[in-house]
């Protein structure tokens, strides 16, 4: 999820890395907001069309506060996955607590969390439906689903320039895909780490380049 603190080095790097690279920014889709601030600092920053930020939120009260700040920019109530269908989301009764996630974990209980079933889409299915050929600024913050978002683009993976996402170093959630197998996954189809950095012990930030606009 999106951070209530916008002042944040993976977004002062990203924004640094785009700017120094082959890569005009034109459109952005940020998975997993919980404010759309990060949409719109990255749109601001590169001077990208509201036409042009999708957000994908599955966090209902989320999705709310988001579609109320920003109506100009494209913002579903859907969760970024590798299925078309639905899923239990666990979702955060704070506003200010970004666990939330459609994967299990052991702190989802009912005094933090509710659970609700949100409609799941694959990105691939996503893209298509939207007439979207190809991704400049990717933001992935969904809480362990990483691997699943990543998937769910299907062959279209390829088609994505620049990737800023958020991966666990230990098993907090179900079926979750950790930062090493991640590593490989990405730089399997095609994608360089440019950057990263730990977030104590237990998450990494990171930035990827699609090897083709190097």
Same mark, same amino acid.
């Given at each position: 999820?999106?951070?209530?603190?916008?002042?944040?080095?993976?977004?002062?790097? *990203?924004?640094?890395? &785009?700017?120094?690279?082959?890569?005009?920014?034109?459109?952005?889709?940020? !998975?997993?907001?919980?404010?759309?601030?990060?949409? =719109?600092?990255?749109?601001?920053?590169?001077?990208?069309?509201?036409?042009?930020?999708?957000?994908?939120?599955?966090?209902?009260?989320?999705?709310?506060?988001?579609?109320?700040? *920003?109506?100009?920019?494209?913002? *579903?109530?859907?969760?970024?996955? @590798?299925? =078309?269908?639905?899923?239990?989301?666990?979702?955060?009764?704070?506003?200010? @607590?970004?666990?939330?996630?459609?994967?299990?974990?052991?702190?989802?209980?009912?005094?933090?969390?509710?659970?609700?079933? &949100?409609?799941?889409?694959?990105? @691939?299915?996503?893209?298509?439906?939207?007439?979207?050929?190809?991704? @400049?600024?990717?933001? !992935?913050?969904?809480?362990?689903?990483?691997?699943?978002?990543?998937?769910?683009?299907?062959?279209?993976?390829?088609?994505?320039?620049? !990737?800023?996402?958020?991966?666990?170093?230990?098993?907090?959630?179900?079926?979750?895909?950790?930062?090493?197998?991640?590593?490989?996954?990405?730089?399997?189809?095609?994608?360089?780490?440019?950057?990263?950095?730990?977030?104590?012990?237990?998450?990494?930030?990171?930035?990827?380049?699609?090897?083709?606009?190097?």
């Amino acid at each position: 999820m999106g951070s209530i603190d916008n002042t944040r080095i993976e977004l002062d790097m *990203y924004e640094t890395i &785009i700017e120094n690279s082959n890569i005009i920014p034109t459109n952005i889709i940020e !998975i997993g907001s919980q404010n759309g601030w990060d949409s =719109n600092r990255l749109a601001n920053r590169f001077n990208i069309h509201d036409d042009n930020v999708y957000i994908l939120e599955a966090h209902p009260g989320f999705y709310h506060t988001i579609t109320t700040e *920003y109506p100009n920019y494209n913002v *579903y109530n859907l969760a970024g996955s @590798d299925t =078309n269908g639905v899923v239990t989301f666990n979702a955060a009764k704070n506003f200010d @607590d970004g666990r939330s996630s459609f994967l299990d974990r052991d702190i989802y209980t009912s005094k933090d969390f509710i659970k609700v079933d &949100i409609e799941s889409t694959r990105m @691939d299915t996503f893209l298509t439906n939207h007439s979207i050929d190809s991704i @400049d600024l990717l933001k !992935i913050d969904v809480e362990g689903a990483t691997y699943q978002v990543l998937n769910g683009f299907g062959h279209k993976l390829g088609d994505i320039k620049s !990737i800023q996402l958020e991966a666990e170093l230990q098993p907090f959630w179900n079926n979750s895909m950790l930062w090493d197998d991640l590593k490989i996954y990405l730089k399997n189809n095609g994608f360089h780490l440019e950057w990263f950095t730990n977030i104590g012990d237990a998450q990494v930030d990171s930035i990827w380049i699609n090897e083709k606009v190097l």
